[in-house]
């Protein structure tokens, strides 16, 4: 078992900025690619970023693109969600999630999850 432990939401307003932290514990992977997704009010649940063991490999989705920066480290077993010029249409709970293997941006393919940290964006 993993366990996957997020923090860092809370109440920002727009133009601001938050760091999530997610901290994995537990039989964690080698060769993991950890993964950032949210759900909305109201939303399906929905890629946000990912990243590969390595590093070197990084995506984003396009609403995100340039204003989220995710990274990890790896000898704390922790990746971060650094997010900046946040939009109120960024308000959802945030989730991270690992999975063996190569980075994917398909939830069901993920393995383990947290338990959500709330990020609110107040207009």
């Known amino acids: 078992q993993v366990q996957l432990v997020e923090s860092g939401g809370g109440l920002v307003q727009a133009g601001g900025s938050l760091r999530l932290s997610c901290v994995a514990s537990?039989?964690?992977?080698?060769?993991?690619?950890m993964g950032w997704f949210r759900q909305a009010p109201g939303k399906e649940r929905e890629f946000v970023a990912a990243?590969?063991?390595?590093?070197?490999?990084?995506y984003y989705a396009d609403s995100v693109k340039g204003r989220f920066t995710i990274s990890r480290d790896n000898a704390k077993n922790t990746v971060y969600l650094q997010m900046n010029s946040l939009k109120p249409e960024d308000t959802a709970v945030y989730y991270c999630?690992?999975?063996?293997?190569?980075?994917?941006?398909?939830?069901?393919?993920?393995?383990?999850w947290g338990q959500g940290t709330q990020v609110t964006v107040s207009s």
């Open positions: 537990g039989r964690t992977f080698s060769s993991s690619s």
């Open positions: 999630a690992v999975k063996r293997g190569p980075v994917v941006l398909t939830e069901n393919r993920y393995d383990y």
């Open positions: 990243i590969s063991w390595s590093i070197s490999t990084t």
